[in-house]
């Protein structure tokens, strides 16, 4: 069984993604970053990220992750900050930590593509 099917599948998702997105606009550190955005477009966007991260059926159609973040000098602080985000959300909707742990490992390596001030 997939990560996606284990957590509740697509329902699951939109649901963490939502609670992610509530709580990175309300912290003063990340809510810059999403000032003037298309949020239901970076929603949509952010749901069929995860869920093909963790072996949805959803297909990423965004841009490339390197070049969607290149110019938002994003630090290693903002990054944990949003995995923090996004882990807490999924914890808030009941997934296990082991579960958590594993989509956070799996965003780990995007790191070196969003990540732009050292």
Partial sequence: MSIYDAIGGA???QAAVDEFY???TADPELAPFFA???IPRL???QQAFISAAIGGPEVYQGGAIASVHSGLRI???NFDAVVDHLVSALSGLGVPAETTGQIG???APLRADIVTVK
């Fill in 22 to 24: 509530v709580r990175v």
């Fill in 43 to 45: 929603k949509a966007h």
């Fill in 11 to 13: 329902s699951a998702v």
């Fill in 75 to 77: 630090t290693d602080a």
């Fill in 36 to 38: 003037g955005k298309d």
């Fill in 105 to 107: 490992a799996a965003l």
